[in-house]
Nanobody, 125 residues
Framework: QVQLVESGGGSVQAGGSLRLSCAAS????????MGWFRQAPGKEREFVAA????????GYADSVKGRFTISRNNAKNTVYLQMNSLKPEDTAVYYC??????????????????WGQGTQVTVSS
């Protein structure tokens, strides 16, 4: 089992930046692909970004490409989401997730088995 705890959310003005962190329990963090998802009020949870266990492959939703960067530090059991040029439409609860390691990143909710509790990101115009 993997336990995930997100941090780094908050309120920011449009154009600003935030860095989310997700700390994972356990000694086998590098054996999990990691993903970030988000859910806005009244909307379904959607994919944001993902990274393979080694960090060698990443994937992004079109809506965040060029603005968000996912990375991981396996020595610290942590995955990050650097969010730049934030827009009001980025407002959501952001969740990190862990899934079995694969050769390519998985972009769907079904690909992940463990989820954090989420952290709120609010972007004002």
């Amino acid at each position: 089992q993997v336990q995930l705890v997100e941090s780094g959310g908050g309120s920011v003005q449009a154009g600003g930046s935030l860095r989310l962190s997700c700390a994972a329990s356990g000694r086998t963090f590098s054996r999990y692909d990691m993903g970030w998802f988000r859910q806005a009020p009244g909307k379904e949870r959607e994919f944001v970004a993902a990274i393979t266990g080694s960090g060698g492959s990443t994937g992004y939703a079109d809506s965040v490409k060029g603005r968000f960067t996912i990375s991981r530090n396996n020595a610290k059991n942590t995955v990050y989401l650097q969010m730049n040029s934030l827009k009001p439409e980025d407002t959501a609860v952001y969740y990190c997730a862990a899934g079995p390691i694969r050769t390519i990143v998985v972009l769907t909710i079904r690909g992940y088995d463990y989820w954090g509790q989420g952290t709120q990101v609010t972007v004002s115009s």
